[in-house]
């Protein structure tokens, strides 16, 4: 029996997620001898740092073919779902339930899957059957470990005006990377179903949201010239788009890396958003989200996101609730903190010694170790990330196997700008572990590939005690 040494945590994308895998980290490094912080769109590095433990980030069925073959090699897999609670869905049949029957028909893809929450669960039960029933064993209620975050206490950021703090949440429509018609396609692979029709819908119902945010977010700048107005663009969102509509309004300022969210949450005198996961994070953090419910007469929205926020139907109620303070009561709080119990493990207890307990069970597993992982990734790195009929994506993989995946990055990095969104330096991580006092990371350096012909300095940081 060995017992793993090593863990590998994908970043799907830092401005939402870095605090929280370091966080992570640093608690894995108490059992682990190094941890791997790996960007999502570089996922092919997991193989080039032969992990025992790939912490990967969700179930869809792009991912498929990289979790097969990382259980071919002998990985352990744990999903820790970046968004365990569907947000935005249009469709008759909640995304949840998608989301859980891919969990219950892939059990093969993965050692452990964490919930968000104690009525994911039950859905889980209800699609479960004799035949896999043994899938009960991999399913644990955890919340995610970032939530934890919210409960820290920091000083607070000291503004000289009130502050009204607008966390947007509009990436299929304000793309960082891609246009409306390719978000389609990204949207339909990124779905657990692959659905075209119903991302075509979603993207042409945002669009029409959008449009009528930014006409009453130019009312909310006018009005209220007396407040500091933050806008927080979602991690995907092209944050220039904003920069020229209001960058030279004097009361407006337009984050483009926030990393401190849970103190900004915690500093700002009003939080408003509409459909934003950030309402949770500000519920955990202790402040309650005004959900600009008056810029979409259709309000589709899930039942967890109307039941913690408090839904504003007019501009004009909107002017009275921050000019004259108007503040929830005790037993509203308490209504929706129960609801929240029931989605986010993370409103009733601490959500990292959770995780960390289930992690740490996999030791007694019966384990052989890692086998052919030079093997499997070759064959996801070439099937998978090369198509021989398209030149530049053949030379694209020369280059990174003649300079090495990190000198390929940087390359990219300088010709594409919104690319140096998608990863993470040394610095930001430095920082975010002093911020945090996260004790147990000791050293922080660039990965080094342990294939042969990628035998050079990675993007992913290796971190340890």
């Known amino acids: 029996m060995s017992f793993p040494k090593t863990a590998a945590l994908i970043v799907d994308h830092p401005r939402r997620d870095l605090a929280g895998m370091l966080y992570i980290a640093n608690g894995l490094l108490k059992e682990f001898k190094k941890v791997y912080l790996i960007p999502f769109y570089h996922d092919y590095e997991i193989f080039l740092n032969k992990p025992d433990v790939v912490i990967y980030t969700d179930l869809r069925k792009k991912n498929h073919f990289l979790l097969k073959k990382l259980k071919k090699s002998g990985c352990k897999v744990v999903i820790l779902d970046n968004e365990g609670v569907m947000f935005g869905s249009i469709k008759k049949n909640n995304q949840i339930i998608d989301m859980i029957k891919l969990l219950v028909n892939h059990e093969n893809l993965y050692d452990k899957y964490m919930l968000w929450g104690s009525d994911l669960k039950k859905i889980v039960l209800e699609h479960i059957t004799k035949s896999n029933h043994n899938i009960l064993k991999k399913i644990v209620v955890s919340g995610h470990p970032r939530f934890d975050l919210f409960k820290f206490k920091f000083k607070k950021k000291s503004f000289k005006k009130k ?56 009312k909310i700048i006018e009005s209220f010239q007396n407040h500091k107005v933050i806008i927080n663009p979602h991690p995907f969102e ?101 609801l929240l119990f029931k989605y986010f493990q993370n409103a009733k207890s601490n959500s990292l010694s959770i995780f960390l307990k289930e992690i740490n069970k996999l030791n007694k597993f019966s384990d052989k170790g890692l086998k052919n992982i030079d093997k499997n990734f070759y064959c996801y790195f070439f099937s998978q990330r090369v198509r021989f009929f398209y030149l530049k994506n053949v030379l694209k993989y020369l280059l990174v196997i003649l300079f090495g995946s990190k000198n390929f990055f940087l390359l990219k990095k300088f010709i594409f700008q919104n690319y140096k969104e998608k990863y993470f330096t040394i610095k930001k991580i430095i920082r975010i572990k002093n911020k945090y006092n996260l004790s147990f990371i000791k050293n922080v350096s660039y990965s080094i590939g342990k294939v042969s012909l990628f035998k050079k300095k990675l993007i992913t940081i290796e971190i340890s005690s």
């Open 238 to 338: 092209n944050y220039n788009f904003y920069k020229e509509l209001f960058g030279n309004s004097k009361n407006v300022i337009i984050l483009r890396n926030n990393f401190d969210l849970s103190a900004l949450i915690k500093s700002s005198n009003f939080v408003l958003s509409y459909n934003c996961q950030t309402a949770v994070e500000s519920f955990l953090a202790n402040k309650i989200t005004y959900s600009l419910n008056f810029i979409d007469k259709s309000n589709i929205l899930p039942t967890v996101y109307n039941k913690i926020t408090f839904p504003v139907t007019s501009f004009f109620l909107l002017k009275k609730i921050i000019n004259e303070k108007i503040y929830f009561s005790r037993t509203q709080v308490l209504a929706m903190r129960s």
């Open 163 to 218: 502050t009204i703090l607008i966390n947007t949440s509009f990436p299929a429509v304000n793309s960082l990377y891609s246009t409306k018609n390719e978000m389609v396609n990204i949207l339909a692979k990124s779905s657990h179903d692959n659905n075209i029709y119903y991302s075509k819908k979603k993207v042409m119902r945002d669009n029409k949201i959008f449009l009528n945010f930014i006409k009453q977010l130019k």
